[in-house]
């Protein structure tokens, strides 16, 4: 029980910006293994975002103000983690010629083009969506996506080998088959128990499809993986699960 408990702090601490008492640091020694919680985190995120989503809509809060004032908290709950990952990767995948200039492209700081674009398309994407779920559905659904989103993770991290052997991804460590298969079935546990079985099954495949996408872009482009990837992997996922939510619910 108390590896459990470390883990749940070690994955509270990376994903969001709580404060989080002995957490040993940004990367500490049982952070491969605490990817088993990051769906538990991730639900508790889109709990938030629901919940807000849900609160402005019951004081007459237009649909979109109230979908774009949620997300914008999810953004302060988790520091924008993924978003940044995902800004990166389409400026040093959009950007570079080969394979050692797009990894730095990536380790920059700075936003460029690509990154300002797709950072605009998917929360554009994500506004809509939210806008136009049913209010009995958003927050199961947003609670669903997030963990899902955050399950892939570990399954990505097993699989891809490391693009770079200085950077977040290879300090972590590699999760092994256990905690893959444990991060899947909370999140699935979470979808089945949130949502109809069928919607259910339709955002798991969307999360593996999202998933699986980036693994093998990734490989193609830079050779494996790093940080941004993996939170690029998440933004990807967790869109794919809200569009193909919002299509069956609107």
């Keep these: 029980m108390n590896e459990w408990l470390d883990d749940l702090k070690t994955a509270i601490a990376f994903l969001t910006r709580l404060p989080v008492p002995q957490a040993d640091g940004a990367r500490p020694a049982n952070f491969a293994r605490a990817g088993r919680l990051f769906p538990v985190v991730g639900a508790g995120i889109g709990a938030v975002i629901g919940l807000v989503c849900l609160i402005l809509r019951s004081a007459n809060v237009p649909e979109l103000a109230a979908a774009t004032l949620a997300l914008g908290c999810g953004v302060l709950l988790t520091g924008a983690l993924h978003e940044d990952g995902l800004a990166d990767?389409?400026?040093?995948?959009?950007?570079?010629?080969?394979?050692?200039?797009?990894?730095?492209?990536?380790?920059?700081?700075?936003?460029?083009?690509?990154?300002?674009?797709?950072?605009?398309?998917?929360?554009?994407?994500?506004?809509?969506?939210?806008?136009?779920?049913?209010?009995g559905v958003i927050v199961p659904g947003v609670?669903?996506?997030?963990?899902?989103?955050?399950?892939?993770?570990?399954?990505?991290?097993?699989?891809?080998?490391?693009?770079?052997?200085?950077?977040l991804a290879a300090g972590a460590g590699r999760p092994d088959l256990s905690i893959v298969v444990t991060a899947a079935a909370i999140a699935v546990l979470f979808a089945l128990l949130l949502l109809p079985f069928v919607a259910a099954l339709y955002a798991t495949l969307a999360a593996v499809v999202g998933a699986a996408g980036m693994a093998l872009l990734a490989r193609r482009q830079i050779g494996g993986q790093t940080g941004d990837v993996l939170g690029a992997t998440e933004q990807v996922a967790e869109t794919f699960i809200l569009v193909l939510l919002a299509a069956r619910f609107s």
């Design 143 to 167: 609670v669903a996506a997030h963990a899902l989103a955050r399950a892939v993770l570990p399954a990505v991290a097993m699989n891809l080998p490391y693009a770079r052997s200085d950077g």
């Design 89 to 135: 990767v389409a400026d040093g995948f959009g950007g570079g010629n080969d394979t050692a200039t797009k990894l730095a492209i990536m380790r920059d700081s700075r936003i460029g083009t690509y990154g300002v674009l797709i950072l605009l398309v998917g929360f554009t994407t994500k506004v809509c969506t939210l806008a136009v779920l049913p209010d």
